[in-house]
């Protein structure tokens, strides 16, 4: 199966999508767990102080989905609206005090990024460049609200996924946050121009 660059669009998650963010993100923790990645715990994003906060970013419009444009669906694991399929999910966040936390101890000022966070491609669809394309689309949003880089984190011993931030996603890797659960975390300069 290709993937045109026609064929798939972001687009901002609305209130009443809020299940169908979750439940992408709670797949997605089922399958790393199955996998041994320690990334997400599944569950947790069902839980009420999660549920909320990730309630409270799409009521702010700062959720989206990775959508996938065709005359037919394909995926029996995906939501459907008439053409479209979601097979994606991200947050980008710009005042979040979990990012002030991570960040303020290494850079002068953390609110100078757009940090990233959530982001997930069904597994039927990855290996299509649809990461890439969120970090691409992430950097365009930064740079509408005149950031300067793109941040993000993930669990500090998940080698597989520090990796690809590192050598395939062209991310600096810093020092992990020493806190109660150690995150790796990862920035890199914002390079995309608007059209």
């Known amino acids: 199966m290709a993937i045109s660059a026609e064929q798939f669009s972001f687009r901002t998650a609305k209130p009443d999508e809020l299940d169908i963010f979750i439940d992408i993100l709670e797949r997605a923790a089922l ?3 199955s996998n041994k990645l320690n990334q997400w715990i599944p569950g947790s994003f ?3 102080k999660t549920r909320a906060h990730i309630e409270n970013t799409v009521s702010i419009g700062n959720a989206f989905f990775i959508i996938r444009t065709s005359s037919a669906s394909t995926s029996d694991n995906s939501d459907n609206k008439g ?10 966040n710009y005042t979040d005090p979990f990012d002030q936390m991570l960040w303020t101890d290494l850079v002068d000022d953390w609110s100078d990024a757009v940090y990233l966070h959530r982001l ?23 740079l509408k609200r005149g950031k300067h880089y793109l941040r993000l984190d993930c669990m500090a011993d998940n080698k597989l996924l520090k990796a690809y931030y590192r050598e395939k996603a062209g991310f600096k890797e810093f020092e992990d946050y020493p806190g109660e659960r150690l995150f790796g975390r990862f920035e890199r300069p914002i390079t995309a121009a608007l059209p």
């Open 31 to 33: 399958w790393m767990e």
């Open 46 to 48: 069902v839980a009420p």
């Open 83 to 92: 053409n479209e399929t979601i097979i994606g999910t991200f947050t980008l």
């Open 120 to 142: 997930v491609v069904e597994r039927e669809y990855k290996g299509y460049g649809l990461g890439p394309k969120a970090l691409h689309f992430a950097e365009l949003e930064g």
